[in-house]
């Protein structure tokens, strides 16, 4: 290799560029010898390496890689068509089939775009903080096939011959693709209380040191709530196809805050308290381990 790195992440900048925004112009290659077979596959095989795994994923991660010009299902079925190219007409039917639209969903400026609980009430099928209709459509897509089911898929690769995985999703607003990543690594962003940065921080240095990301009631609770009242997540248990239960790590209260520039809003203030509790990730937002097993039925064709 002649050229120096700045050269080089130029080129790979310039070729990603110029494809389909929110595709990749140099991707891991299922060669047959490196990479033995699609990720999907081998984690559905338990061919993994180490001993223990902790996997997360946040609330909203398709945002940023989908295009905003999507209104109806025509543009909607256009975007599928160029972030799938392999798809026939039958697999696209399928798709729409796992993410289906309200009746609504053409006309996104009638609706209110807000955070989704998960686990009731409207779905990130059809409705976020950011987006709403065929716009979070594609969004969920997205995020789900990228980013959503394969953490998903790696932590349930982690539970067998004394092998541990573990499940999360980040969900304090605004919970797009990164935004996690102040709460564990800091400095933490206005958003995300100290209650909760001690308990999320606790859990990965847990994790790193026992190979178990539990914690104590106190921590997960935080300061504000009452220490002698049990968390789930004292005894957070593996992320299993027998025990699908992922932790859901949010926060609840403070004030309702514009985010500078970005056009989206957080909650902040001294009235913010944790929210982490033991869900079900398979029912999680309207059915979503359904859809991810469609994405693995689909791995030849995506691939992942």
């Known amino acids: 290799m002649s050229q120096d790195s700045s050269a080089l992440q130029a080129a790979s900048a310039l070729v990603s560029g110029s494809g389909t925004f929110g595709t990749w112009g140099f991707l891991p290659v299922t ?44 543009d909607l079925l ?13 697999d696209i039917a399928k798709l729409l089939y796992y993410y289906p639209s ?41 995020g789900e096939t990228t980013f959503v089911c394969p953490s998903y898929w790696l932590a349930e690769a982690y539970n067998t011959n004394g092998r541990t995985g573990f499940k999360y999703q980040y969900s304090v607003v605004n919970a797009a693709h990164g935004t996690d990543i102040t709460a564990y690594f800091g400095p933490p962003s206005a958003n995300q209380g100290p209650d909760f940065v001690l308990a999320f921080q606790r859990i990965w240095g847990n994790f790193i040191t026992t190979g178990n990301p539990s914690i104590s009631s106190g921590i997960a ?3 504000r709530v009452n220490g002698s009242s049990k968390n789930a997540l004292e005894d957070w248990p593996v992320f299993a ?59 030849d064709l995506v691939p992942e």
């Open 221 to 223: 609770n935080g300061a």
């Open 78 to 90: 256009a975007w599928i068509h160029l972030v799938f190219p392999l798809f026939t007409d039958e």
């Open 102 to 142: 309200s009746n609504t969903s053409d006309t996104p400026a009638n609706l209110t775009a807000f955070a989704t609980a998960g686990d009731e009430g409207p779905t990130a099928l059809n409705i976020s903080q950011r987006a709403t209709g065929q716009q979070q459509r594609a969004a969920n897509i997205y």
């Open 31 to 74: 060669d047959g010898i490196f990479i033995q077979s699609a990720p999907s596959q081998a984690l559905l095989h338990r061919k993994v390496n180490g001993l223990n795994h902790l996997s997360g994923n946040n609330a909203e991660e398709g945002l940023l890689f989908t295009t905003q010009n999507i209104t109806t299902e025509i």
């Open 241 to 299: 196809m027998w025990d699908r239960r992922m932790a859901n790590l949010n926060q609840t209260g403070g004030t309702l805050t514009p985010k500078k520039g970005s056009g989206n809003f957080i909650y902040t203030g001294t009235g913010v308290t944790n929210d982490l509790e033991l869900v079900d990730a398979y029912e999680w937002e309207g059915g979503r381990g359904n859809r991810c097993d469609f994405w693995r039925s689909v791995w």
